[in-house]
Nanobody
Framework: QVQLVESGGGLVQNGGSLRLSCVAT????????????VAWYRQAPGKQRELVAS???????DYLASVRGRFAISRDNDKKSLDLQMNSVRSEDTAIYYC????????????WGRGTQVTVGT
């Protein structure tokens, strides 16, 4: 079974930076990973999970309006990984962050990571 392993969460000061990483392990090849759309979601206490940033298999990136210009998503197909660079963080960025991948073609398949906590302190 494919597993997504996140890392990089923690406590960061307001206005600071943090980088989240996610690596796909298990039965997924580099060639397969290339055809996946990848994304980062987050869920704050008492709120619904929301899409933060995504990159399609074709390389098109999109962002939640409130993070555009502050966060940057990237992917490395050779490493089967995706990152989220978070700059100028705010208290409202505090949440559990999840990585997510979904096949863009062929038989539907998607996986979630277990999440990594990001806490923005004053």
């Amino acid at each position: 079974q494919v597993q997504l392993v996140e890392s990089g969460g923690g406590l960061v000061q307001n206005g600071g930076s943090l980088r989240l990483s996610c690596v796909a392990t298990g039965p997924i090849s580099k060639a397969s990973f290339k055809i996946y759309n990848v994304a980062w979601y987050r869920q704050a206490p008492g709120k619904q999970r929301e899409l933060v940033a995504s990159i399609s298999s074709g390389g098109a990136a999109d962002y939640l309006a409130s993070v555009r210009g502050r966060f940057a998503i990237s992917r490395d197909n050779d490493k089967k990984s995706l990152d989220l660079q978070m700059n100028s963080v705010r208290s409202e960025d505090t949440a559990i962050y999840y990585c997510y991948i979904a096949r863009s073609t062929g038989r539907a398949a998607d996986w979630w990571g277990r999440g990594t906590q990001v806490t923005v302190g004053t």
